[in-house]
C-alpha cells in the first residue's frame, strides 16, 4: 500500500479556501496513492471557536472527501470540526471510495488549549479494514496516552493526524517512534506547518515508522511524504520477534 501524507500550512477558519488548496495538491499526486492523509483540523486549523464555522461545514467536507476519494481511488482521512446535535466535535473522517466512511471523534481533547471545554470528547476507538491493512485512527494529543493506542486488536497501521506546535515537537517525535515499536505497527503521523492567529508555530515532522521503530519519511517543509507499506514484512517481523504475544491484557473503561 503506498501512502501520502499532505504536510501543509492551514488557512485559519476558512473550510472553503483550505478544501481548495489540498483539492489542488491531492490533484498533484502522480504516483496513485491508496491512502490520502491530512492533518487535524485541515479545514480551519485547530480553532477553539468552533462556532465561527457554520454548521453545514462538516456536510459539505465529508462530500468533498468523497469526491477526492472516487477521484483518486484512495482512501482520504482527516479530522474537521464538525456539529451534531448542538455538540462540537473534533472527527476524523477515514473516507473509502464509493462514500463509505467510519469516523472517530478524538478521545483526549487538548485540556491546555481549553479543547475539553468547547469540544465533547470520543469514548470509542475505531478499528478500520481499507485494502488488506487493519488502521488505528488517532488524532494529535492521543499520541501522549499509550494505553489508548495499545495494540490489542492486532492493527497493522497506528495513524495520527495533528496540529502539534514546534515548542513541543521533540515528544511528537519520540512519541511516534514509541507507539510504533510497543505496537509492532506502521505508525504514520501527520503535522501542519505555518502559524496561527494564536501565536502558534508548526514545523511538521511528519513521518513514517515501519513496526521496529525504522523511520521511513520524514519532512519539515510543505510537502507530500510518501511512504509504501508491507503487509509481508509486518507480518515477517512479528512472526519473527513475537513482541506481541507477551503484551499485557487489559480493559479500558469509558
Same mark, same amino acid.
Given at each position: 500500500?503506498?501512502?501520502?501524507?499532505?504536510? +501543509?500550512?492551514?488557512?485559519?477558519?476558512?473550510?472553503? +479556501?483550505?478544501?481548495?488548496?489540498?483539492?489542488?495538491?491531492?490533484?498533484?499526486?502522480?504516483?496513485?496513492?491508496?491512502?490520502?492523509?491530512?492533518?487535524?483540523?485541515?479545514?480551519?486549523?485547530?480553532?477553539?471557536?468552533?462556532?465561527?464555522?457554520?454548521?453545514?461545514?462538516?456536510?459539505?467536507?465529508?462530500?468533498?472527501?468523497?469526491?477526492?476519494?472516487?477521484?483518486?481511488?484512495?482512501?482520504?482521512?482527516?479530522?474537521?470540526?464538525?456539529?451534531?446535535?448542538?455538540?462540537?466535535?473534533?472527527?476524523?473522517?477515514?473516507?473509502?471510495?464509493?462514500?463509505?466512511?467510519?469516523?472517530?471523534?478524538?478521545?483526549?481533547?487538548?485540556?491546555?488549549?481549553?479543547?475539553?471545554?468547547?469540544?465533547?470528547?470520543?469514548?470509542?476507538?475505531?478499528?478500520?479494514?481499507?485494502?488488506?491493512?487493519?488502521?488505528?485512527?488517532?488524532?494529535?494529543?492521543?499520541?501522549?496516552?499509550?494505553?489508548?493506542?495499545?495494540?490489542?486488536?492486532?492493527?497493522?497501521?497506528?495513524?495520527?493526524?495533528?496540529?502539534?506546535?514546534?515548542?513541543?515537537?521533540?515528544?511528537?517525535?519520540?512519541?511516534?517512534?514509541?507507539?510504533?515499536?510497543?505496537?509492532?505497527?506502521?505508525?504514520?503521523?501527520?503535522?501542519?506547518?505555518?502559524?496561527?492567529?494564536?501565536?502558534?508555530?508548526?514545523?511538521?515532522?511528519?513521518?513514517?515508522?515501519?513496526?521496529?521503530?525504522?523511520?521511513?519519511?520524514?519532512?519539515?517543509?510543505?510537502?507530500?511524504?510518501?511512504?509504501?507499506?508491507?503487509?509481508?514484512?509486518?507480518?515477517?517481523?512479528?512472526?519473527?520477534?513475537?513482541?506481541?504475544?507477551?503484551?499485557?491484557?487489559?480493559?479500558?473503561?469509558?
Amino acid at each position: 500500500m503506498k501512502a501520502a501524507l499532505i504536510q +501543509a500550512e492551514l488557512i485559519w477558519e476558512d473550510p472553503e +479556501a483550505n478544501r481548495k488548496q489540498f483539492e489542488h495538491k491531492i490533484g498533484g499526486l502522480d504516483d496513485h496513492p491508496d491512502l490520502i492523509v491530512l492533518p487535524e483540523m485541515f479545514t480551519t486549523g485547530f480553532t477553539m471557536n468552533p462556532g465561527h464555522i457554520p454548521p453545514e461545514e462538516g456536510e459539505r467536507t465529508l462530500e468533498w472527501m468523497q469526491q477526492q476519494a472516487d477521484r483518486t481511488d484512495a482512501g482520504v482521512v482527516g479530522s474537521m470540526v464538525f456539529q451534531e446535535n448542538g455538540q462540537y466535535f473534533n472527527r476524523l473522517i477515514f473516507m473509502q471510495p464509493g462514500g463509505v466512511y467510519d469516523s472517530y471523534d478524538k478521545r483526549h481533547t487538548f485540556t491546555l488549549a481549553g479543547e475539553d471545554r468547547v469540544y465533547r470528547r470520543g469514548t470509542e476507538r475505531t478499528i478500520i479494514q481499507f485494502r488488506d491493512f487493519t488502521f488505528c485512527p488517532l488524532i494529535c494529543y492521543d499520541l501522549r496516552f499509550p494505553v489508548w493506542s495499545r495494540n490489542t486488536e492486532d492493527y497493522d497501521v497506528l495513524l495520527y493526524v495533528a496540529n502539534w506546535p514546534s515548542p513541543r515537537i521533540g515528544a511528537w517525535d519520540t512519541l511516534l517512534r514509541a507507539r510504533s515499536i510497543e505496537n509492532m505497527a506502521y505508525t504514520l503521523g501527520v503535522n501542519r506547518i505555518g502559524s496561527d492567529p494564536n501565536g502558534l508555530t508548526y514545523n511538521g515532522h511528519s513521518a513514517g515508522f515501519d513496526g521496529m521503530g525504522n523511520r521511513l519519511a520524514y519532512s519539515e517543509r510543505e510537502e507530500v511524504l510518501h511512504v509504501t507499506l508491507s503487509k509481508a514484512h509486518l507480518e515477517e517481523s512479528r512472526n519473527k520477534f513475537r513482541f506481541l504475544n507477551d503484551r499485557d491484557h487489559f480493559t479500558l473503561k469509558p
